[in-house]
């Protein structure tokens, strides 16, 4: 879905917001809150209610939520305007308030044995220092549909990933500034990025290389020059899995909101009942 609020557009299937035409770099989890207030803005989302839903299974803080919108509100607050975009209703919670123009749902998707249907879906950074296996990799893929991102060492890598999270990371280990094991180690040490599948392609064949690549978390693992069928296999095999596991984590997180605000409602106090007095 797409949503265009005062001079911003925020696209939910692509995860990408733009403020007066240019792209915003947005965490991962506020981007998650904008979201799920954008989805529920004809009513206030209580603070539980968008913990449950942004960070199942984690125990955040008040001041961390508080952070969160923070940065949420920088990015979409327009300049010198006084009118908020999130409100805050004190005791309650926030909602969403300025005026929202929804674009029409993308097509639904083509069949699902046409491959390059299904890779229209997927954003895929190539985490390289040479420029060559970069290009190389990047027109074989987008050949086949897919996004594609890149980044020349490991540091651009974690800002492409707090910019624009992939739904898959082909990762090279030898680079300047930060490996590739490093890379890996911080991405999956994070709740918003441990699910991102990670492919290692290195040209280290050692068993300790391939231990240390194991141990930092990488989903899989293929020695440079890369088989193309076999890394597209691959590629395919983690992200069906990955599209899997999202899809139940959102009917997860749908099912702890409702229950959540079931919770609400069996134990909000009830109305006093009018006295002979007050129908008088």
């Not at 027109?139 to 594609?148: A, D, K, R």
Request: net charge negative.
């Amino acid at each position: 879905m797409r949503y265009r609020f005062g001079e911003c557009e925020l696209d939910t299937a692509r995860r990408e917001l733009r403020r007066a035409g240019q792209p915003v770099a947005l965490e991962p989890k506020p981007f998650a809150v904008l979201v799920y207030l954008l989805e529920h803005r004809e009513r206030v989302v209580s603070k539980d209610e968008l913990l449950a839903q942004c960070w199942p299974e984690t125990f955040v803080s008040e001041a961390a939520l508080t952070q969160c919108l923070a940065k949420v509100r920088r990015a979409v607050q327009p300049a010198g305007s006084a009118a908020p975009v999130i409100d805050t209703v004190y005791g309650q919670g926030y909602r969403f308030t300025a005026a929202v123009e929804t674009a029409p749902p993308p097509p639904l998707p083509a069949a699902a044995d046409d491959p390059k249907a299904a890779a229209r879906r997927s954003r895929i950074l190539i985490v390289d220092d040479e420029p060559f296996a970069v290009d190389y990799l990047t027109q074989v893929l987008e050949e086949l549909g897919y996004e594609t991102i890149r980044a020349a060492n490991g540091q651009e890598a974690l800002d492409q990933v707090a910019s624009r999270v992939p739904d898959l990371i082909l990762l090279d280990i030898m680079m300047p500034v930060l490996d590739g094991f490093s890379v890996c180690r911080i991405l999956k040490g994070h709740d918003e990025t441990r699910l991102i599948p990670i492919i290692i392609m290195t040209a280290l064949d050692a068993v300790e290389d391939r231990v240390e690549g194991i141990k930092a978390g990488a989903d899989d693992f293929l020695t440079k020059p890369v088989h193309e069928e076999e890394l597209l296999a691959r590629i395919e095999t983690a992200l069906k899995l990955k599209h899997t596991v999202d899809r139940k984590l959102g009917e997860l997180h749908r099912l702890k909101a409702r229950f959540a605000q079931l919770v609400r409602l069996l134990t909000a106090p009830e109305s006093p009942s009018p006295s002979a007095a007050d129908l008088c």
